[in-house]
């Protein structure tokens, strides 16, 4: 089986209005990935900077996942097609710094009739969270991105939104009082499914500094 080991940090984030800072984050994969190793979801300490907007929270990152296949939904005909021996992966799977605060449709040329729609690959999802001198919490944005699917060292800065909804006099009394709309299903971030409905406003950026190991994609007829 193939197999992908990401090892790493949350590094910290920067351009939030708020301050003492967390964040809660997770990863999502298709149905032929298992994790051999590390934690699916996790949560970094709270980081209250005294200089500057930044938050620091260098929190690691250590996984390890195998997999039978790589997972996808053929765009082009109605039978799953098998990839082809001179696929490069970076081609396919190299969506770090693509902007998630709108859906994207991701497609790869396998042969010249035929398009791979691939979805198993993993996707780190995230939430920026603040906590304020009375231990509330309020979230501050939303992001995710796909891990790097070429091996090597990768620094990465993911993008975050927030939702707006209600009126304008409900937003204005959030600004003085905190809270806030939140999405009653987290997984609309890294789905898309729906998220082209949302209203949304920029928040912040994480950063992220990640190792990628591949191990037998090229059983696969994939160039690594």
Request: charged fraction near 15%.
């Amino acid at each position: 089986m193939a197999e992908l080991h990401v090892i790493g940090q949350i590094v910290g984030a920067s351009g939030f209005p708020q301050s003492s800072l967390f964040c809660k984050w997770g990863v999502h994969t298709g149905g032929a990935w298992r994790l051999l190793s590390g934690l699916r979801e996790g949560q970094t300490q709270v980081d209250s900077p005294q200089t500057g907007d930044t938050a620091y929270w260098s929190h690691p990152i250590d996984l390890h996942y195998t997999t039978k296949g790589l997972q996808g939904n053929c765009l082009s005909s109605p039978s799953p097609t098998s990839l082809s021996p001179s696929l490069s992966l970076s081609v396919l799977f190299f969506l770090d710094n693509c902007d998630n605060t709108t859906p994207q449709n991701h497609k790869a040329t396998i042969l010249p009739s035929i398009s791979l729609s691939l979805s198993g690959w993993p996707k780190l999802h995230l939430q920026v969270w603040s906590e304020d001198w009375l231990g509330r919490c309020q979230l501050c944005g939303y992001g995710f991105l796909h891990l790097p699917s070429s091996p090597g060292p990768h620094r990465l800065r993911c993008p975050t939104w927030l939702p707006l909804g209600g009126t304008w006099p409900e937003r204005l009394a959030h600004s003085f009082v905190g809270g806030g709309p939140q999405l009653r299903s987290p997984d609309l971030v890294y789905t898309g499914a729906q998220r082209y409905r949302l209203h949304t406003t920029a928040a912040g950026t994480v950063e992220l500094e990640l190792a990628v190991a591949l191990r037998h994609f090229d059983r696969y007829g994939v160039e690594s």
